[in-house]
């Protein structure tokens, strides 16, 4: 029998589990080769041992049901509190590891973190009608004409810009009319006359241009209260500042399907950087009839505070035309180049959405 | 109280503590200590150690009793915890420096008295047995634990193992033929 063979029978053997026939073999070879022998000699001695170990055994303590519980007190209450208030701990450390990253976003500094101020935008975009009456609140002062929507969509240097909303600002039918009503403000009638000849001012000097802006405004904002009065010049004199010190942030829509109908206009009425609050009014078109209005904001977590939307019945007024909406997102959250959100509008079978995007 | 818990079985007393009844696995203790601490104490020969590990494999058990689903017998359930928290006990740190100070000083001591043992049965004791049994594989090791040292049938070994009972016997067979490999290198070094 060889050496392999005869290990894998040594417990048969022992048990006594093996035919006469391979038992009788078994110690044949344990008789001719003595290694096996030892072999078989050594694995009884280790089963001697083993009984030898197995007394070996030690009873607990009378403290060691005392021990365990208070272990399990200590730190072994995790699998009845296991779900932390019935949240899983992977769960919890998710939820954690998504607060923290939103609040290291938030924490990010902006390049520069301008001082509340109070800002006028305004677009206009293809087709729609210029509003002639004054918005019911916000500092709005001037429509300027209805741009192409390839002048909407260009790419324009800043400084540019703020020179066409200056001659808008100039030429702008509100403007215009402010003039004609200034005739009959006794207050505002000296500024008023002189827009003409400001106007040849502005264009060769620009300190100049931007007091005649100013007095247009004083002039165009004729039928406000005083303090509104005071609001827009400020809100000028801010827009002015803010075109020598940084881009000017232009609202941008373009339309997202080819819509048949006119398109709104959409303005940014103020914007206070510091609470991170902007004010948005979208204009509907002047023939603007009953429909649904919806604006879509695509800013993640903060799209909710500024999701609104307008059913309106009938004719609808000047008054009625005008969409205000309130956002609020944190002041750190950098708009600029950023599509907002969608504006769609539903009216009779027809629908037309129009993206929003300051760039 | 006390014999309301002790009159449970298994089954309901796991059912309760499951459901809240934490005190209750105090009987749980009560009831497998004497099996867990002994199976423990045969293959580790540091009290201290045995304790720790005993209590550990019940900490273990109730972290994982609401798993449990009796598909073996809730003592050999909590033994197989126990050699699991063994097999790693033995290829920790704490023990391999245990285990590297204890061959020194018998080094030393045999220098000391001119011995030299060279036959398996003159080193055979129980310390060596248990020395030898810790650098067997965790199978090999196991196997000896249950069929040689606890006492179990093949039948209760091969279920806390989850092997069939002729693997249980081959795999017995071979460990004591480790053993014995493992003891003579020893002799002879």
């Not at chain 1, 301008?114 to 001037?142: F, K, M, N, Y």
């Not at chain 1, 010049?233 to 801010?238: C, H, K, L, Q, Y």
Request: hydrophobic share 40%.
């Amino acid at each position: 029998m060889k050496r392999a063979e005869f290990e894998d029978l040594i417990l048969d053997y022992i048990e006594n589990v093996l035919d006469t026939k391979t038992r009788a073999e078994f110690e044949r070879s344990m008789a001719e080769q003595p290694e096996l022998a030892a072999l078989f000699r050594d694995y009884l001695q280790i089963m001697v041992s083993e009984r030898e170990l197995r007394d070996l055994s030690r009873d607990p303590g009378p403290a060691f049901s005392v021990k365990v519980m208070d272990r399990i007190e200590e730190g072994g209450a995790k699998p009845f509190f296991k779900n932390w208030f019935r949240f899983s701990p992977r769960l919890v450390a998710g939820v954690v590891s998504v607060a923290l990253a939103v609040l290291v976003i938030r924490e990010m500094p902006e390049t520069v973190k301008s001082p509340p101020r109070q800002i006028v935008h305004e677009v206009t975009l293809e087709g729609a009608a210029p509003s002639a009456e004054p918005l019911p609140e916000g500092p709005v002062q001037e429509t300027p004409q209805p741009m192409t929507k390839a002048e909407s969509s260009k790419e324009v240097e800043p400084k540019e810009i703020g020179q066409i909303k200056r001659k808008e600002a100039i030429n702008s039918p509100k403007a215009l009319s402010a003039e004609n009503r200034g005739k009959s403000a006794p207050a505002a009638a000296p500024q008023a006359a002189s827009a003409p000849a400001a106007k040849r001012v502005m264009d060769e000097e620009p300190a100049r241009s931007r007091q005649f802006e100013i007095d247009s405004a004083i002039a165009g904002s004729e039928g406000m209260q005083e303090q509104k009065r005071d609001r827009a010049i400020s809100a000028v004199e801010a827009r002015i500042a803010d075109d020598e010190e940084s881009p000017v942030q232009e609202l941008a829509a373009a339309p997202l399907s080819a819509p048949t109908s006119p398109q709104p206009s959409i303005q940014i009425v103020s914007i206070d950087r510091g609470q991170g609050r902007y004010r948005l009014t979208i204009v509907l078109p002047a023939h603007a009839m009953s429909g649904s209005y919806q604006l879509d904001l695509h800013l993640g977590v903060f799209a909710s505070a500024a999701k609104g939307s307008r059913s309106l019945q009938g004719d609808l007024t000047a008054r009625e035309r005008e969409l205000h909406f309130e956002l609020m997102v944190p002041s750190e959250l950098r708009l600029s180049g950023k599509e907002i959100g969608t504006f769609r509008m539903k009216r009779g079978g027809s629908q037309s959405a129009h993206l929003i995007r300051i760039p | 109280m006390v014999s309301d818990e002790s009159e449970l079985s298994d089954a309901d007393l796991v059912r309760r503590i499951v459901e809240g009844e934490r005190d209750l696995f105090r009987e749980v203790v009560r009831r497998y200590q004497r099996v867990v601490f002994s199976s423990i104490s045969r293959q580790v020969q540091d009290a201290a150690a045995v304790e720790e590990l005993a209590q550990e494999t019940f900490l273990k058990a109730f972290l994982a009793l609401k798993n449990f689903r009796f598909e073996s017998t809730l003592s050999t359930w909590l033994v197989r915890i126990g050699l699991n928290l063994t097999s790693s006990y033995f290829v920790s740190r704490r023990y391999r420096d245990q285990q590297r100070f204890i061959a020194d000083s018998e080094k030393l001591e045999r220098v000391a008295h001119n011995q030299a043992a060279t036959d398996v049965d003159e080193r055979m004791n129980s310390q060596t047995l248990q020395r030898a049994l810790t650098q067997l594989d965790a199978k090999f090791h196991e196997i000896i634990v249950l069929c040689a040292l606890e006492e179990r049938s093949y039948e209760e070994a091969a279920t806390v193992l989850g092997i069939p009972i002729g693997t249980v016997r081959s795999r017995l067979n071979k460990a004591r033929i480790l053993l014995r490999e493992i003891l003579r290198k020893e002799a002879e070094s």
